[in-house]
C-alpha cells in the first residue's frame, strides 16, 4: 500500500471567488476546488455576502479533506480579504450580517471619532487610514455601538474574517496584526499599538489577545486531527512568497480590480499629502508597516473597455494584440489634454483623485485603436504616479507585477518604458496569497528554489525610441 502524500490546505476566501487548495510538499498545488455564492442582502437591505453559507462550505470541505485517506493533511491555514469582521456572541453564533466593506458609512459617525482626536488628517495619520468608509473596518464597532445597540449589545467577540473561519475550525478566538493594521482606524502605527479611541469607546474588550500570525492550534474535525493556522489578510500573504525569493529590496504591484502598490521596506511615516492621494499602510508578518498606494486600476479598464466597444461598435482581441508603435508614438508626442483619458470609475481613487463625475469623449478619436492606446497609455502613467507614491524615499531598483495586469504585455512594457531606470518583472504566480499562508504553517526545504520556479519571473523590457518619462 503507497504511503499517503503530505499536504497543506488553504482556504482562499476573496469577496467574489471562495477557493481551497491542497499543496504538496513541493508547493505544487496538487487539487483546487472553486465555488462562488449569490449575495443576499443585511438588514439593511444591502448587498451582502452569505456568512451561513461560507461557513457551511469550509466544514464541509474540511471534513472531507481530513477524512481523505490518500493525503495527510499536515496543515489548514486561511488567506482571506480584509476590512470585514464577524462579531459573535457567547455561543459563538454571529450576531449581525457579514457587512459589505462598500456599504456606505455615515459621514457623521467618522467626524464624531476623528473630531475627538485631533480632526480628520490627524486622526487618518496617526492610523495610517484614508478616510475609506466601511473599509475602515474598526469604525464598524462604532457604527453597530450607536446605530444598531441591540445588536451590539450581544456581540461578545469580534473577529476579522480569516479569524473567524480558523475558528470555525479550532474554537479559538484571535486576531492579528495583517487584519488590524489593514486601514482599519485601530491601530497607531506611530505608538505600534491600538488607537486609544478604542479604548475610549470601551471597545478593546471585544477584541481576543493578539497572536503571531503564524500561529497554529490542534484541530479535530470528526475523527482527524490536523494543525490549523489563526489566517492571515490576503494582501499580506501575498507578499510572503517574494520576501522570501528576493533578497534586494523591491515593490510588489499587485494587480486587479484594484491595483495596490506595495513597499516593504519603507520606513518614512505616511504624509497628508500621501493620505490625499489614496496612500495607506498594511502591516506585514511581522507586524512591520509596508507602505502601500492604490488604484481602481482593472475597475476603470474594464468600464473604457466596455464604453470603447460601446462607441465603435466592435468587439475586439485582446487589448495587447492590438498594439501599434506609431499610433503610440503619437499620441504620446501630442500629449494632447484634449484625449487624455478622464476617470470615470477610478475618479476617486489613486493619486489625482477628484469629486466630479466628467466623462472622457471617445468622439475625439478616428477609431477604438486610437482611443485605446490613449486609454493604456494613461492608466499605465497614472499607475507609475501610484508606485512613485509607495516607493518614497525607498531605494528599489525592482517592481514585481501580479495579477491580471501581469498578462497584459502591452500594459507592462508601457510601465517599463516610463520606469527605464527600474528592473520591472511580470510574474506568473496566480494563487500568491493561498500560497503565503501555506508557507506561514509549513516548512519546506529548498523553498527558495521551490518558489523561483513558481514566480515565473519575466523581465519586462521597455518599448524602443519611445520616449515618454514624465508623460502626463
Known amino acids: 500500500m503507497s504511503s499517503k502524500k503530505s499536504v497543506t490546505a488553504v482556504f482562499d476566501i476573496g469577496r467574489t471567488n471562495k477557493k481551497f487548495f491542497l499543496f504538496d510538499n513541493n508547493l505544487s498545488i496538487i487539487k483546487t476546488r472553486k465555488t462562488e455564492f449569490e449575495e443576499i442582502t443585511d438588514d439593511d437591505g444591502y448587498p451582502s455576502d452569505d456568512l451561513n453559507a461560507i461557513k457551511r462550505w469550509v466544514l464541509e470541505i474540511a471534513h472531507d479533506t481530513l477524512s481523505d485517506r490518500s493525503i495527510d493533511v499536515k496543515a489548514i491555514n486561511i488567506s482571506a480579504y480584509g476590512a470585514t469582521m464577524v462579531h459573535i456572541d457567547k455561543d459563538g453564533k454571529p450576531v449581525t450580517p457579514l457587512y459589505n466593506y ?134 499580506s500573504a501575498a507578499l510572503i512568497p517574494y520576501l522570501q525569493v528576493f533578497d534586494d529590496p523591491f515593490l510588489l504591484l499587485s494587480t486587479g480590480t484594484w491595483s495596490v502598490a506595495m ?58 494584440d492590438e498594439l501599434d508603435l506609431t499610433i503610440l508614438k503619437k499620441l504620446a508626442a501630442e500629449a494632447s489634454s484634449e484625449k487624455k483619458l478622464v476617470l470615470e470609475k477610478g475618479n476617486r481613487s489613486g493619486p489625482f483623485p477628484t469629486k466630479g463625475d466628467q466623462k472622457w469623449d471617445l468622439n475625439r478619436f478616428s477609431s477604438y485603436r486610437e482611443a485605446l492606446h490613449q486609454c493604456m497609455l494613461d492608466l499605465a502613467a497614472i499607475q507609475v504616479e501610484s508606485i512613485k507614491l509607495a516607493i518614497g524615499n525607498s531605494n528599489i531598483n525592482q517592481i514585481i507585477i501580479t495579477g491580471g495586469f501581469s498578462k497584459n504585455h502591452f500594459f507592462c512594457r508601457l510601465l517599463a518604458t516610463m520606469f527605464p531606470e527600474k528592473e520591472f518583472y511580470s510574474a506568473k504566480l496566480e494563487v500568491a496569497s493561498a500560497l503565503g499562508a501555506a508557507l506561514l504553517t509549513s516548512s519546506h526545504e529548498n523553498s527558495k528554489k521551490l518558489l523561483n520556479e513558481k514566480l515565473e519571473l519575466t523581465l519586462q523590457s521597455p518599448f524602443e525610441n519611445l520616449h515618454i518619462e514624465g508623460y502626463r
Open 102 to 235: 462598500l456599504k456606505p458609512y455615515p459621514n457623521e459617525l467618522f467626524d464624531e471619532i476623528a473630531d475627538q482626536y485631533g480632526g480628520q488628517e490627524h486622526f487618518n495619520l496617526e492610523t495610517a487610514s484614508p478616510s475609506l468608509g466601511m473599509l475602515n473596518a474598526g469604525l464598524q464597532l462604532y457604527w453597530l455601538k450607536n446605530r444598531k445597540p441591540d445588536l451590539f449589545k450581544k456581540i461578545h467577540t469580534s473577529l476579522f474574517l480569516p479569524q473567524y473561519i480558523s475558528y470555525l475550525l479550532t474554537g479559538e478566538k484571535t486576531i492579528e496584526k495583517t487584519s488590524i493594521g489593514c486601514h482599519t482606524c485601530m491601530w497607531d502605527f506611530r505608538e505600534d499599538q491600538y488607537h486609544r479611541w478604542l479604548k475610549d469607546e470601551d471597545l478593546l474588550k471585544l477584541l481576543p489577545e493578539i497572536k503571531p500570525v503564524n500561529q497554529s492550534f490542534d484541530c479535530k474535525i470528526g475523527n482527524c486531527r490536523t494543525k490549523t493556522g489563526i489566517g492571515i489578510h490576503d494582501s
Open 263 to 320: 513597499n516593504p521596506i519603507a520606513t518614512d511615516p505616511l504624509t497628508i499629502e500621501e493620505l490625499n492621494r489614496d496612500c495607506l499602510t498594511y502591516m506585514n508578518i511581522a507586524g512591520k508597516p509596508v507602505k502601500s498606494s492604490r488604484f481602481l486600476l482593472g475597475g476603470e479598464y474594464s468600464h473604457q473597455l466596455k464604453k470603447m466597444d460601446d462607441h465603435f461598435g466592435a468587439n475586439h482581441q485582446k487589448p495587447e
